[in-house]
């Protein structure tokens, strides 16, 4: 776990950790040069399993690599500072692990709620080592702190790649099938993936560098070169419609029609050039046979543009 200025979350993040019922594990924490009182908040927990590190903030990556140079386990499961786990997690991906000798990582569903708790929707993945890969070709497949891979996968690919201040999850996970490792993921929602207007904001511009990340991420070691530093400035209305959008999404995802046609018309009130918003707008009002068949059909679309 890393964590920077985490001090209003990572209590709950790590009783999430420290209450799961797999209770062999060491949780190493990656302070990543905080300059409020998360470390404080962690020294309050006297649980002899964690590890804590103080580091110069340096982003991400530095400190997730070197978590995972300083780990002892086998396996290693990701979690974020303002997220949380169910319980039995751990116990359910280190048995997938356990289970089957070619698997090298485990996800599994996850919940999306805001910071108070609040629940907007179950987000559904597939399941198999195919499928997964077929999705990897347009985004992600995996909530980033909802993973468990082993640590000599992430040996055998150099770990996260330092230059991807963000998206580096994106890109660890298309080296790693590239070298042919195996992927699953657990229908189950055992992880809640916390998220705010400005989280979805930043991630809304991140997605556009994805083409990018992927054309990078396949090229042999030597001729990799991309990077990606910060997160341009996003003004507050931009931010609310795409907010909007992202609950109207998550919403439609979820089967919520009526809750989803509400958010995208907000979405698209607040920026009438966010074609997308109206789209998706259409997509909630029209019977849900055919809108389940114009999402297959889109999606299907860009994968087989993106596959080529």
């Known amino acids: 776990m890393s964590a920077y200025n985490s001090s209003d979350s990572i209590e709950r993040a790590i009783s999430s950790i420290l209450d799961q019922t797999f209770s062999d594990f060491e949780l190493i924490i990656l302070d990543d040069g905080s300059t409020d009182n998360t470390v404080e908040v962690i020294h309050s927990f ?3 399993r964690i590890k804590l590190f103080q580091l110069e903030h340096a982003g991400l990556p530095t400190a997730l690599n070197y978590g995972i140079s300083q780990a002892n386990g086998e396996i290693i499961v990701r979690h974020d500072s303002d997220d949380w786990s169910s319980s039995d997690r751990f116990a359910r991906q280190v048995k997938c692990l356990e289970d089957d000798s070619e698997l090298d990582l485990v996800a599994s569903w996850h919940n999306v709620v805001d910071s108070d ?3 907007f929707g179950l987000k559904q993945t597939a399941t198999d080592d195919a499928a997964l890969k077929k999705m990897l070709v347009r985004r992600s497949p995996f909530c980033h702190g909802a993973v468990a891979v082993r640590k000599s996968a992430l040996e055998r690919v150099g770990g996260y790649d330092v230059a991807m201040l963000y998206s580096q999850d994106y890109d660890l996970w298309l080296r790693m099938a590239t070298e042919g490792m195996k992927f699953a993921c657990i229908p189950k929602p055992l992880y809640n993936y916390s998220i705010t207007p400005e989280s ?3 991630g809304w511009y991140k997605m556009a560098n994805a083409e990018a990340i992927r054309r990078n991420a396949l090229q042999p070691g030597h001729l990799r070169n991309y990077s990606v530093s910060g997160v341009p400035v996003i003004s ?3 931010t609310a419609s795409l907010w909007n959008y992202a609950i109207g999404s998550i919403s439609l995802d979820d089967g919520q029609r009526g809750k989803a046609a509400k958010y995208f018309s907000r979405s698209f009130a607040g920026d009438p050039f966010f074609w997308q ?3 998706k707008l259409g997509i909630a009002m ?13 999606k299907s679309r860009q994968e087989s543009t993106r596959s080529t």
């Open 236 to 238: 507050k209305r931009r």
């Open 46 to 48: 006297s649980d002899k």
């Open 200 to 202: 979805i904001a930043k």
């Open 286 to 298: 029209v019977p849900m046979s055919l809108a389940n068949l114009i999402i297959r059909k889109i």
């Open 117 to 119: 708790g609040t629940h």
């Open 277 to 279: 918003a109206l789209v």
